[in-house]
């Protein structure tokens, strides 16, 4: 349930009309909100999955969040004052790659996963 309230979190702030990211001043700092949205998604579905440490649920939940992010890149095509970009794209599929090591090499993460699947 975590990861579909997040994806909605994701929408609903990739949905609104020329929003921005803090002062213009601060280079950078829409990659890391990219970055750390996503890494946060990649986490939460791979908290969710039965195999978290196997290669394919790896290489299904970095596929699943890329695609996803690519359609809401499209997405943002549509919405007056923002844009497609790939850069974006980018920032995200490294935080869902960073999401997804974190989440694997944290006992903490780890543990409260395994603990609410048994």
């Keep these: 349930m975590a990861p579909v309230i997040w994806v909605i979190v994701i929408l609903i702030g990739t ?3 020329s929003i921005t990211v803090g002062p213009d001043d601060i280079v950078g ?3 890391v909100v990219h970055f ?3 890494a946060v998604l990649a986490a939460l579905i791979l908290r969710g999955t039965r195999t978290p440490y196997s290669t394919r649920t790896l290489l299904l939940v970095l596929g699943a969040v890329m695609l996803f992010s690519a359609l809401d890149e499209f997405h943002q095509a549509f919405i007056p004052g923002r844009s497609m970009s790939a850069a974006d794209w980018i920032a995200d599929t490294l ?4 999401g997804m090591l974190v989440f694997r090499s944290s006992p903490q ?3 409260v996963r395994q603990d609410s699947h048994t």
């Excluded at 935080?95 to 960073?98: K, N, P, Q, R, S």
Aim: a neutral charge; zero cysteines.
């Design 95 to 98: 935080g869902a790659l960073a």
């Design 29 to 31: 700092l829409d990659k």
């Design 109 to 111: 993460l780890a543990s």
């Design 15 to 17: 949905s609104w009309p």
């Design 36 to 38: 750390t949205m996503y």
